[in-house]
């Protein structure tokens, strides 16, 4: 009997941990109960955390798949070491029922390193990604901005600007 209570001590231990490691001040996991109603709101914090930021998009999609997204609501994030903004079809019904946007990076990891900014995106049911030749996402030094100029995966074009304030 107290093996089994030592194993049950050590699982919870393990749980308190990764709950911890998980919910912890500016941690973008969403574990605890503030991460998963931030990200469900129309707006996100800043790195700060002093309150919702306003997100201005003014995007336009062409090509295999089209559609226009102009508006304030998603979903920004300006780190340290990145910025990140995502949209769903929710907030804007030109991308679909199931669509999204995601534009993130440039991420620096290290003291080094910098993995190139990327979009994944889908629109009416089709997804794409960005290639290798990402010149056409141009993110702003203190990444409140982002610039999209870039063809994407097939013939589909994405222009615009995203503005996290």
């Given at each position: 009997?107290r093996?089994g209570?030592?194993?049950?001590g050590?699982?919870?231990?393990?749980?308190?941990?990764?709950?911890?490691?998980?919910?912890?001040?500016?941690?973008?996991?969403k574990?605890?109960?503030?991460?998963?109603?931030?990200?469900?709101?129309?707006?996100?914090t800043?790195?700060?955390?002093?309150?919702p930021?306003?997100?201005?998009?003014d995007?336009?999609?062409?090509?295999?798949?089209?559609?226009?997204?102009?508006?304030?609501?998603g979903?920004?994030?300006?780190?340290?070491?990145?910025?990140?903004?995502?949209?769903?079809?929710?907030?804007?019904?030109?991308?679909?029922?199931?669509?999204?946007?995601?534009?993130?990076?440039?991420?620096k990891?290290?003291?080094?390193?910098?993995?190139?900014?990327?979009?994944?995106m889908?629109?009416?049911?089709?997804?794409?990604?960005?290639g290798?030749?990402?010149?056409?996402?141009?993110?702003?030094?203190?990444?409140?901005?982002?610039?999209?100029?870039?063809?994407?995966?097939?013939?589909?074009?994405?222009?615009?600007?995203?503005?996290?304030?």
């Open positions: 009997m093996g209570w030592l194993r049950f050590v699982v919870v231990l393990g749980v308190t941990v990764a709950t911890a490691a998980c919910g912890g001040s500016g941690s973008t996991g574990a605890s109960s503030s991460s998963t109603s931030q990200s469900s709101s129309s707006n996100s800043g790195a700060s955390g002093s309150g930021q306003s997100v201005k998009v995007v336009v999609i062409t090509g295999d798949s089209t559609a226009t997204i102009k508006g304030t609501k979903q920004c994030s300006v780190l340290p070491n990145g910025a990140a903004y995502s949209f769903t079809g929710a907030d804007y019904p030109d991308l679909g029922t199931d669509g999204a946007l995601s534009v993130r990076g440039p991420t990891i290290g003291a080094s390193q910098t993995q190139p900014p990327s979009i994944k889908i629109v009416q049911g089709r997804g794409y990604l960005s290798a030749d990402v010149g056409g996402i141009q993110v702003s030094p203190d990444g409140k901005k982002v610039t999209l100029d870039l063809t994407l995966s097939g013939r589909t074009h994405i222009t615009g600007t995203i503005t996290c304030t």
